[in-house]
């Protein structure tokens, strides 16, 4: 069915033959042509979604309202993935869509990029009610940079942020805390220090003593508990 729809109202397609290569409506049957074979964002030197936006810089209107409904199919097909609970996929198809500066597209996109947001949403609902809250906190973030006034994502997100965990590191050697490549007033050891949710990085490092071995980890923040780290060495190990 999907494909069937994205069929609709593609023309015959043909290569561009060498001197059309700047004839908009061999270019138009060009990128209808990636479209239809696949080739929505990828390889990046020949791709639906690139050949569509140079068509927009072109004087003829018609041609940019086409190009902007094959733009909007390949935003529609995303929003399809991220039903089927593939959401990465989807935002590998909706990323560049969406970073796409033009004075019509963003209308052109309304209703594709809100049933995107909500579909995001819903995946992001599903990882924070099974706890796994790093993927909920990016499919909410992409959800609203589709849909930003989508209320429910951004209830979500404030849900997950009012609701942090702790971090305790044990090491021999002192240092400060360095979450996320940013050092925070922590020294180290430190004790139940709240972080956010979800996936971080932590390093503990000591500007003093530049023989210690270097500390790093990642570590996975769950709500409203601690995680604990010890560091020997360079090893890190996380503690039940």
Known sequence: MLLCVLLVALLP????PSDAAHDPDQSLLHANRLLYEGSYVAPADDNALGAYEKLLQEDREDIKIRARAGI???????AHYARKDDADRAWKLADPVLRIKDAGLEEALRTDAQALGQA?????RK???????SEALRQAGRALKAAPDHSDAKALLGKIRSNPGTLTVLTLHGGWLVVDGKRTKETVPTRKYALVCGS???EVVNPDNPAQPRQKTKVEIRPKRETRIQFSGSEARILD
């Open 200 to 202: 971080h990085t932590i």
């Open 72 to 78: 909007a199919r390949i935003l529609r097909l995303a």
């Open 13 to 16: 397609t043909a290569a561009i």
């Open 120 to 124: 995001l949403f819903e995946s992001a």
């Open 127 to 133: 990882a924070e009610e099974a706890g796994r809250c």
